[in-house]
């Protein structure tokens, strides 16, 4: 017989790295919703007597290899992993057979990550840093759970949070997961890191996105395949099942 402390120390000894994660999700809304580091952040960042962005002209000129490029790299990416995916299913490729759970789950990530993004976009109604008058935009400042002022006519709505950009790269923090090997996991969960932060970042410095919509994201995506690779853990041979208990 368990005692309810037995029970709750269980529960958490299970699922505390996703606690975690979501109780850091929570603060960083908090920190958004009830401070001003997002601007604290976004004035360093913007040059006021010139009113632009750091790479503004940078994006003028490369945005085709820096933002386009690298949307157009992942949808190739994942692509690839479809195919190989399917391939796994011919016997001339059954040793791809042991990775099908990881190219399914990582697909699932890539796809998902920035829809659950775009969605919370349609929610939240909040304006990019470039679109407010602070920054030389024409629309109020307002927070993700606070209202506009009532003088304010809104004719189009505001789809700067969470950061969706960013969302394409954070989605391969789910490469961390198909690996048992933890070298093999920091390299590859390294790996989709770095792209994610080089996205965010690179949307922050246009002021495209602030620093807390991008940390929504980072922590959005690693709840999302956190709670993917329990649901589908896999067996022993790679092949994905579904989790019951």
Not at 8 to 27: A, K, N
Not at 50 to 76: F, M, N, Q, R
Request: charged share 10%.
């Amino acid at each position: 017989m368990y005692s309810g402390s037995d029970i709750v120390l269980h529960f958490f000894q299970q699922y505390r790295t996703i606690l975690v994660i979501m109780v850091l999700f929570i603060l960083n809304l908090l920190v958004i919703q009830y401070t001003d580091f997002d601007l604290f952040v976004q004035d360093y960042v913007y040059n006021f007597p010139a009113g632009k962005w750091p790479l503004e002209d940078v994006h003028s000129h490369y945005g085709w290899l820096l933002y386009t490029g690298i949307k157009v790299g992942l949808a190739g990416f994942a692509v690839l992993l479809m195919a190989l995916f399917v391939l796994s299913y011919k016997s001339s490729f059954a040793f791809l057979r042991q990775y099908r759970r990881s190219f399914a789950c990582v697909v699932i990530s890539m796809m998902f990550c920035p829809l659950l993004a775009s969605m919370g976009k349609q929610v939240t109604n909040v304006y990019c840093p470039y679109q407010i008058e602070r920054y030389g935009g024409t629309m109020p400042y307002v927070k993700p759970l606070s209202p506009y002022p009532a003088s304010f006519k809104q004719e189009k709505r505001g789809m700067g949070f969470p950061a969706g950009h960013a969302a394409g790269g954070f989605a391969l923090l789910s490469l961390f997961f198909v690996s048992k090997h933890r070298k093999i996991q920091l390299l590859l969960g390294g790996a989709g890191l770095t792209v994610g932060i080089f996205m965010g970042v690179y949307q922050i410095l246009r002021g495209q996105h602030y620093i807390g919509d991008t940390l929504v994201t980072v922590l959005g995506c690693l709840l999302f395949n956190l709670l993917l690779f329990r649901l589908f853990p896999g067996d022993q041979r790679g092949h994905m099942h579904y989790k019951t208990s």
